[in-house]
């Protein structure tokens, strides 16, 4: 049983257009909500995370949502950019420092 | 990435050798794990760890092996390689608040 999923599986974003990913959860114990992004041949790098006390959390152009209620969370990527262009990752934890578990990844490509 | 070393970072082997690779971290975080990354299937856990001699299984440790004799080091052992084990496999630490830090990780082929 898959216990994060994400969607889609790819997704192409013109310059300057709003990337949005969406992942969907489980287990109800989860309560660190973090997204990474990698780039080829590198590890993936945390990108911005969440815990379910707030619905939203803002960092420069990356936006997570969160909606405990559906159990579901998204990336927003304002103002999308080439460089932008990696594999996200959605993944969730039952703590900061307990093992993540991590969806399938999607593909973001941003065109010029 | 600062902090998290993986060796060798590729390796070619023949099926049926044992195969160690090695995580080496300067942080001195308690946590270490051991992810696999392949298409289609995103990053799996195989095997952690939360101390020296403290390991325990992933959802995918059938045929795999840890050992964590300092904080510094995480083995993972491939006890007889088979073509189903050609992956990329990354290492991550974690210290609690800040998440998983990842190495650049070691890209594996089973021939």
């Known amino acids: 049983q898959q216990q994060v999923k994400q969607s889609p599986q790819s997704l192409i974003v013109q310059k300057g257009g709003i990337s949005i990913i969406n992942c969907a959860y489980e287990n109800t114990a989860f309560d660190y909500f973090p997204w990474y992004q990698q780039f080829p041949g590198k590890g993936p790098a945390l990108l911005i995370a969440?815990?379910?006390?707030?619905s939203e959390k803002k960092e420069g152009r990356f936006t997570i949502s969160f909606n405990k209620s559906a159990k579901q969370f998204s990336l927003h990527i304002m103002d999308s950019q080439p460089g932008d262009s990696a594999t996200y990752f959605c993944a969730a934890s039952t703590g900061a420092n307990s093992k993540l578990t991590f969806g399938k990844g999607i593909t973001l490509s941003v065109r010029p | 990435d600062a902090g998290i070393t993986q060796s060798p970072r590729h390796k070619v082997t023949e099926t049926g050798t044992p195969v160690t690779l090695r995580c080496h971290q300067t942080e001195n975080h308690r946590y270490m794990y051991w992810y696999r990354q392949d298409p289609g299937h995103g990053l799996r856990l195989i095997h952690y760890?939360?101390?020296?001699?403290?390991?325990d299984k992933g959802e995918v440790s059938d045929g795999y092996s840890v050992s964590r004799s300092k904080t510094e080091d995480f083995l993972l052992t491939l006890e007889s390689a088979t073509s189903s084990q050609t992956s990329v496999y990354f290492c991550?630490?974690?210290?609690?608040?800040?998440?998983?830090?990842f190495g650049s990780g070691t890209r594996l082929t089973v021939v």
């Open positions: 760890s939360y101390g020296v001699k403290d390991t």
């Open positions: 991550a630490i974690s210290a609690r608040l800040y998440g998983y830090t």
């Open positions: 969440i815990r379910p006390d707030v």
